[in-house]
């Protein structure tokens, strides 16, 4: 059986329609940080990353959630960083806003230890390195 596919040739899209289409999407940025944490307890540390991990821009109202975290457990689990050992992980959060100049990477969780990182400059590809430790 053979199936056939039937286009209209020369359609057009009225430039009303096209600049609506345009305004109604929005392309989809990811913001990548690559931590290195250095582990400077001389008995080690145990270490997670919560979902209610954020980048908090500072000088717009927006904060960018947690889509992905790879090198490193989500709560509950732990994963255990012996004493001055390094552990590099990546989070992957979604994209912020193009006047968004600097942020914060701020882990908030109902408890004392939360990884946060203050005033990140913003650049052009949003790709960033962190150092991070306890």
Same mark, same amino acid.
Request: hydrophobic residues 35%; charged residues 25%; proline residues 7%.
């Given at each position: 059986?053979?199936?056939?596919?039937?286009?209209?040739?020369?359609?057009?899209?009225?430039?009303?329609?096209?600049k609506?289409?345009? &305004?109604?999407? @929005?392309e /989809?940025? @990811?913001? !990548?940080?690559?931590?290195h944490?250095?582990?400077?307890?001389?008995?080690?540390?145990?270490?997670? !990353?919560?979902?209610?991990?954020?980048?908090?821009?500072?000088?717009? $109202?927006?904060?960018?959630?947690?889509?992905?975290? /790879?090198n490193i457990?989500? $709560?509950?689990?732990?994963?255990?960083?012996?004493?001055? *050992?390094?552990? @590099?992980?990546?989070?992957?959060?979604?994209?912020?806003?193009?006047?968004? @100049?600097r942020?914060?990477? *701020? &882990? !908030?969780?109902?408890? &004392?230890?939360?990884?946060?990182? *203050?005033?990140i400059?913003?650049? /052009?590809?949003?790709?960033y390195?962190? &150092?991070?430790?306890?």
């Amino acid at each position: 059986m053979t199936l056939s596919i039937h286009t209209t040739p020369g359609t057009r899209i009225r430039s009303s329609t096209r600049k609506k289409l345009r &305004e109604q999407t @929005q392309e /989809e940025k @990811q913001v !990548i940080v690559h931590c290195h944490y250095t582990c400077t307890n001389p008995y080690g540390m145990y270490i997670r !990353i919560w979902p209610s991990t954020y980048l908090i821009a500072r000088d717009v $109202a927006h904060r960018s959630e947690l889509v992905h975290a /790879e090198n490193i457990p989500l $709560a509950p689990d732990w994963m255990a960083v012996p004493p001055g *050992a390094k552990s @590099q992980f990546t989070l992957i959060f979604s994209g912020l806003p193009k006047d968004c @100049q600097r942020f914060d990477l *701020a &882990e !908030i969780i109902p408890q &004392e230890g939360g990884f946060f990182v *203050a005033d990140i400059e913003r650049n /052009e590809m949003d790709v960033y390195e962190v &150092e991070m430790g306890e």
